[in-house]
């Protein structure tokens, strides 16, 4: 669930019927973060993305993961992967 290309804890909340705070609370109580999760979702999606046959651009993959730019799925990248979406997707 995402607003504007986002995805925010208030609305992912919302969809479980939790106040925000609750969540964040039950998260801690599994070890989990909010940031977390979503970067590992993030990272995920990603790579389902770049192996689809039709190669979408980078930045409408950017977009898909939620990133309103595409020097921001770079950066992203190189963290997880230590090289850019162009050279992974080779």
């Given at each position: 669930l995402a607003?504007?290309g986002y995805?925010?804890l208030g609305v992912?909340?919302?969809a479980l019927?939790?106040?925000?705070k609750?969540?964040?609370?039950r998260?801690?109580?599994e070890?989990?973060?909010?940031?977390?999760?979503?970067?590992?979702v993030?990272?995920?999606r990603?790579?389902e993305?770049?192996?689809?046959p039709?190669?979408?651009a980078?930045?409408?993959i950017?977009?898909?993961?939620?990133?309103s730019?595409?020097?921001?799925?770079a950066?992203?990248c190189r963290r997880?992967?230590?090289?850019?979406?162009s050279a992974?997707?080779?």
């Amino acid at each position: 669930l995402a607003v504007g290309g986002y995805c925010v804890l208030g609305v992912i909340a919302a969809a479980l019927a939790l106040h925000p705070k609750t969540l964040q609370r039950r998260l801690v109580q599994e070890g989990e973060r909010f940031d977390v999760l979503l970067d590992e979702v993030r990272r995920e999606r990603f790579v389902e993305l770049l192996a689809q046959p039709t190669h979408p651009a980078m930045a409408q993959i950017a977009l898909m993961v939620g990133y309103s730019e595409q020097s921001t799925l770079a950066r992203s990248c190189r963290r997880w992967f230590g090289c850019s979406p162009s050279a992974l997707r080779r």
